[in-house]
Nanobody
Framework: QVHLVESGGGLVQTGGSLRLSCAAS????????MGWFRQAPGKQREFVAA????????VTGDSVKGRFTISRDNAKSTVYLQMNSLIPEDTAVYYC???????????????WGQGTQVTVSS
C-alpha cells in the first residue's frame, strides 16, 4: 500500500492552467504505476492519465489528450498532472491513484488519494 496526498486544485478560468501534485509514501514508489482519475458530479469516475513506475511510458485519456501531461519525480516520490487549456467540462474532483506493476489494466488501480477539486469557470 502507498499513501497518496493530492494538492494543487482550485478555481481557474477557461483557458487557464493548473498543476496538480500527488505525494506518495509508504512503499518503493518506483514499483508503482501512477494515475490520475476524475469524477464530476453525477458522472462516473473517468481515467485521465497514467505513467509507468520508471516514468518512461505514459497513457492519456482521449478527452484530455494534447492538453494534459502526466509526469513523475521518483526522487521526490511525487506525480504531477499539468493541465493546460482548461475548459468547464474539466471541472471535477481529481484523484491520484497507484497500482503495483504495469499501467494496465487501468481498472486495477487500487490505492487512492482523497481527491482535490478543480473548478473551471466559463
Amino acid at each position: 500500500q502507498v499513501h497518496l496526498v493530492e494538492s494543487g486544485g482550485g478555481l481557474v478560468q477557461t483557458g487557464g492552467s493548473l498543476r496538480l501534485s500527488c505525494a506518495a509514501s509508504g512503499r518503493t514508489v518506483s514499483n508503482y504505476a501512477m494515475g490520475w482519475f476524475r469524477q464530476a458530479p453525477g458522472k462516473q469516475r473517468e481515467f485521465v492519465a497514467a505513467i509507468t513506475g520508471s516514468g518512461g511510458g505514459t497513457v492519456t485519456g482521449d478527452s484530455v489528450k494534447g492538453r494534459f501531461t502526466i509526469s513523475r519525480d521518483n526522487a521526490k516520490s511525487t506525480v504531477y498532472l499539468q493541465m493546460n487549456s482548461l475548459i468547464p467540462e474539466d471541472t471535477a474532483v481529481y484523484y491520484c491513484a497507484a497500482k503495483e506493476g504495469a499501467i494496465y489494466p487501468v481498472r486495477m488501480f487500487n490505492n487512492w488519494g482523497q481527491g482535490t477539486q478543480v473548478t473551471v469557470s466559463s
